[in-house]
């Protein structure tokens, strides 16, 4: 018995496909054959299973049981959940060795996909090319796991809830914020969670609806913050935050309607961070706006630029031992006082946490920080063979020339006009570019170079296509 997988469903960071056409139930049965005997190989027995609010996620999830238990394994049942009380269940468990949670993030409605976690661990590129390779030998092993369920939602709720222990309660009774689910998997938690925290709190979409019918449920795109911004300018509110569709990406405006991207949340943690754990490594993605790598070195931090992707991301946390890290795409870490892991729901704690401990507003935090012109990220479709080879064509021509490059992840180029970056994207048929200067015009000549490089490599910055 084997399996053959679509080949556009293994993908670098997760797994995932369009239900019905590239992704079904004996994908997920597979799915979960392959990584419970790469657990059972490695000594593993247990894994915890969750699910996102799409209605393919109980189908999958059924599958996905079956081909853990006939594979030997245990598994634990969480249920409906955002992606991070998987990770949680995972991580403050003994008995647990793995995680696997079926979401489709912030893709369309039409999507699903697996998420997984291997003995404390982010399981990624090899891992996924490993269990299609499985699939195909039928190299699996038989056994008969048993199932449990397990009720975490309260268990995760007290956790996060630490992360404001000590705090001045004065302060934090005092403020008025605005939450959005977009009717995402981390509605329920979001509900249980507000309800204990102290002051004023307005919440919008959380019930659970894999249909996303009042906005697409990613808060890396402005007008999909329009109803949070809404609601902060009717209630007058200090700030709001937002949520994907699975609750590990965070999005975040100030009290005057300001968009707080992921690199500026970063820079409000960092100094919050920093304040007590001088000289730490705190990471961020090449897309990141050169403001928070001084901002980090300002206050006394060691910043690391690395590759985008929350697994590597984390892979790379681990490596060099880092309290904190994010990405522009709102994903952030925190290994100080919690797991490492990415969860908007601890990071929305975590920007209460640094309000009060910095003694600023959030809309304060927000409003010191210098003023960047900026692109936002910029997509467009290329041939998958053309793709990594672009990008050394440039790498290559930049090399003779005076240019400051890093090629941590592409190609980063800074001048005295500011920065351009041209990068694969590791998931789709993509190049993605973007540019940060001090002034429109310095951001314009950064575009020319961009264009230039890519004429020369017979490419040209054509639609932007989304993600």
């Known amino acids: 018995m084997s399996h053959i997988f679509d080949p556009t469903v293994l993908r670098e960071y997760d797994i995932r496909g369009i239900i019905g056409e590239t992704l079904g139930p004996d994908d997920a049965r597979a799915i979960g054959r392959g990584f419970a005997t790469l657990l059972r190989r490695a000594g593993g027995a247990k894994i915890a299973v969750g699910y996102d609010g799409r209605v393919s996620s109980p189908m999958l999830e059924h599958a996905l049981v079956e081909g853990i238990t006939a594979a030997g394994c245990d598994v634990v049942r969480i249920g409906m959940s955002a992606t991070p009380m998987l990770y949680y269940a995972e991580a403050s468990s003994q ?51 048993r199932v449990e369920t397990r009720e975490i939602l309260d268990e995760y709720v007290e956790r996060l809830l630490v992360g404001l222990d000590g705090l001045d309660h004065s302060f ?145 946390m681990k490596e060099v031992s880092s309290p904190l890290a994010g990405e522009m795409s709102g994903h952030v870490f925190f290994a100080d006082t919690y797991y490492g892991f990415d969860d908007a729901l601890y990071a929305g704690i975590r920007l209460i946490a640094a309000s009060a401990r910095l003694g600023k507003s959030v809309t304060e935090l927000r409003g010191e920080m210098p003023a960047m012109v900026n692109t936002p990220e910029l997509r467009f479709q290329v041939d998958e063979s053309r793709k990594f080879a672009a990008i050394e064509e440039v790498k290559q021509r930049l090399a003779g020339t005076d240019a400051v490059v890093d090629g941590t992840d592409g190609v980063r180029v800074t001048s005295d006009d500011g920065w351009w970056l041209l990068r694969a994207s590791n998931t789709q048929d993509v190049l993605v570019a973007r540019a940060e200067s001090e002034t429109s015009e310095g951001l314009d000549r950064l575009l020319g170079q961009i264009d230039a490089q890519l004429a020369a490599s017979g490419l040209e910055r054509g639609a932007s296509v989304g993600h």
């Not at 934090?172 to 605005?178: D, S, T, W, Y």
């Not at 975040?252 to 920093?274: H, N, P, S």
Request: hydrophobic share 40%.
């Open 95 to 145: 008995e647990v060795d793995g995680g696997i949670q079926i979401t489709g993030s912030h893709n369309p409605a039409n999507y699903n996909g697996f998420k997984m976690v291997f003995q404390g661990r982010p399981f990624f590129g090899e891992d996924i090319l490993t269990i299609g390779r499985m699939a195909k030998a039928g190299d699996w092993d038989h056994g008969s796991g």
């Open 172 to 316: 934090l009774e005092q403020l008025r914020i605005g939450w959005d689910a977009g009717n995402g998997a981390a509605g329920p938690a979001l509900e249980a969670l507000a309800a204990r925290l102290p002051g004023e709190h307005h919440l919008l979409f959380t019930h659970v609806d894999g249909n996303f019918p009042n906005h697409h449920p990613d808060p890396t795109v402005e007008a999909n913050l329009e109803d949070l911004r809404a609601l902060v300018a009717a209630k007058n509110l200090d700030f709001g935050v937002a949520f994907d569709g699975d609750g590990d990406r965070i999005g975040a405006i100030d009290g005057q309607g300001r968009v707080i991207w992921g690199d500026q949340l970063l820079m409000i943690y960092a100094e919050d961070l920093l304040a007590r754990t001088p000289n730490a490594c705190i990471i961020a993605d090449v897309k990141a706006s050169r403001a928070l790598f001084d901002h980090v070195a300002a206050h006394g931090g060691r910043p690391l630029m690395w590759k985008t992707g929350h697994s590597l991301i984390k892979s790379k």
